[in-house]
């Protein structure tokens, strides 16, 4: 009947103590053990529930009667004050063991909430860190639980996170995770050569995706109807983005194309069909002989003459003070005006530039006298 009594005063002292600070003690008449700690067993070698089969705190703090005589000891009138677990030191040394089942490394994720099932061996405090955004600090998940199974939600793109497990003796294990979130799809806002326009083989493709796997376009001449095609994978990601795509040896002439975008999960966008005249040939721009020979000088304003093999756009621009181009004319194959300078030398780059962007350059050095 005493070895029972004692027995369920042991049990009582077991499951009060469950709230309290965690650290090893132990004296005479009491001992205190943190969760995951090694108990002695009291004056008989016998453990509580909370310390059974094998002798290891289940709580988060578990108090045993250690005399040989409890009753009087522990529980009489004249019982020794209680131990807890802020006296002592701890001597629980061994981490918890972190298992992150999702989310898994280097997955891609097609919606932004995303499960977080996370198991610990033993009850901790488990936190995440945003390692893209550090000063942010941790986030704590839960406290005293040694499962977490619930869905977060994350940022657009490539997330990189640590979830951190944290036990009441400060002990630590962590994992890092990788990941990708995609969950927009992918749009093609505009192509550019525009439909019934020119080209060179440069296509230059706007576009919204944040994980972009790669371009493609399509072509074909009006002799056919089996498409060509070419990709990169050098794009950049991002909204509002573009990307410069040139398609070498395309014959002059009328071109179909129309171009396609993939992301990291395997979504397309297109846009239609667009119909575009090839020209690869430059203009000709050719000065006029009296502006051939060294050295120009002209009184206020420079007679300026020349010819273009096509219609072009005529720009020049000051290499002696560079700035923006200046526009001469639109859609001219020729140009005989006189341009008003201020006095100086100047060094003039002329361009002429075709509906297909194909260029030609000539400089133009002179100087203006009073």
């Known amino acids: 009947m005493k070895k029972l009594t004692v027995l369920i005063l042991v049990f009582l002292i077991s499951i009060l103590s469950s709230s309290l600070v965690n650290a090893y003690y ?28 094998d002798g290891i705190c289940k709580k988060s703090c578990c108090i045993l009667c250690t005399s040989r005589s409890p009753i009087r000891d522990c529980f009489g009138g004249n019982a020794k004050p209680m131990c807890s677990c802020a006296q002592g030191t701890s001597t629980d040394q061994t981490a918890p063991e972190l298992t992150v089942n999702s989310p898994v490394q280097s997955s891609v994720y097609e919606k932004r909430s995303v499960d977080m099932n996370v198991q610990i061996t033993e009850q901790v405090k488990l936190e995440w860190l945003d390692n893209n955004h550090p000063e942010r600090g941790y986030k704590r998940l839960c406290s005293r639980c040694s499962l ?24 630590v294990d962590q994992e890092t995770k990788q990941f990708i979130v995609d969950s927009k799809k992918p749009r093609i806002s505009r192509a550019f050569p525009k439909n019934n326009k020119y080209g060179n083989g440069e296509f230059t ?22 498409y060509q095609s070419l990709s990169t994978n050098t794009c950049q990601n991002g909204r509002r983005s573009s990307c410069t795509l ?9 071109l179909y194309y129309y171009p396609e975008i993939e992301d990291i999960v395997g979504r397309l966008a297109t846009l239609r069909e667009q119909k575009i005249t090839i020209d690869t040939i430059s203009p000709v721009l050719t000065l006029d002989p009296s502006l051939q020979t060294q050295p120009l000088e002209f009184s206020k304003r420079l007679p300026l003459k020349l010819t273009i093999s096509e219609k072009a756009t005529l720009t020049y621009e000051d290499l002696n003070n560079p700035g923006r181009q200046k526009s001469l004319c639109r859609n001219c194959d020729s140009y005989d005006r006189s341009l008003s300078f201020k006095p100086e030398a100047y060094n003039l780059k002329i361009t002429a530039e075709d509906d297909a962007g194909n260029k030609d350059e000539e400089t133009l050095a002179f100087t203006i006298t009073r």
């Open 246 to 254: 040139n398609i070498p040896n395309l014959q002059d002439g009328a």
């Open 205 to 226: 493709i706007e576009y919204d995706e944040e994980n972009l796997k790669k371009l493609t376009i399509f072509y074909r001449t009006s002799l056919t109807e089996e």
């Open 148 to 171: 977490y199974n619930r869905k977060i939600s994350f940022t657009e793109g490539q997330n990189d996170i640590t979830i951190r497990a944290t036990d009441s003796s400060n002990n």
């Open 26 to 53: 132990r004296d005479a008449f009491w001992e205190c053990t943190r969760g995951g700690e090694q108990s002695q067993g009291d004056a008989f070698g016998r453990f509580s529930p909370s310390l059974q089969p």
